[in-house]
């Protein structure tokens, strides 16, 4: 049996156990599904290693974590069926790998090539896990269980891995390589919020220390001066009190 190409329609001979095959017309990617062979489509990336990077950056700073340091690159394209609706497009990941961690991308609206059989990019297309028949049941209207998808796509889009370092933690995220929209696996604490735990310790041994000098003071003076003192850790732990 043959599957017809989803772009010139020459006939494309099975091989048993690939889910990918090439056409041997137009060299086109195909993946072979349930119902027959689905258009496969790329997105190329449009950001190289330091544009991806800086997109981290900005990212990590905006959420107060310091800058990180020491990258480290790779690159995948994910999986994604795209199906069409009569009133809507709906993209569905389909395959987590566990680097993936709590990240959920999406995806990027870029513009989709077929994708090529015989292009290098080829080798870090991961297979789709996820079935068609389940993103169909995931994104279909609950409302009306008949209806129909008018098509559906594969489509592989390219995401870097980057591992970076804060202080002596290491953490990943990926970056969307068409988008440069991050997703962090893991996320480090901020450092504001690593910041004020400290300031707080500080103010809170000051008390400490103040209220022990007060108490046990030899002179009135030693006593007034730890009561000025007192009022800095004070204000501080008041002022933390509103903000909250
Ligand atoms: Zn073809």
Partial sequence: MDLDCTQCGGKVPIEPETDFLVCPFCNTSLFVELRGTVLHTIIRP?????????SLTSHLIDREIQRPGQYGFRMIYL???QIEWPTRVQAVLADHPPELGMAEPELPSGSQIPARGDEAESKRFTAPII??????DLTRDQARSDEQYKSARLVHAPFYIIEYSIGSHSFSAFVDAATGAVYPTSLPTSLSTARTFKAMCMAGGMVAFASVVII?????????VALALLSVPLTFLYRLGIRR
């Fill in 46 to 54: 449009t950001l190289d290693e330091k544009q991806a990077a800086e």
């Fill in 79 to 81: 999986p994604f069926w």
């Fill in 131 to 136: 079935q068609l028949d389940v993103a169909l």
């Fill in 216 to 224: 046990f003071s030899p002179s009135i003076l030693l006593g007034l």
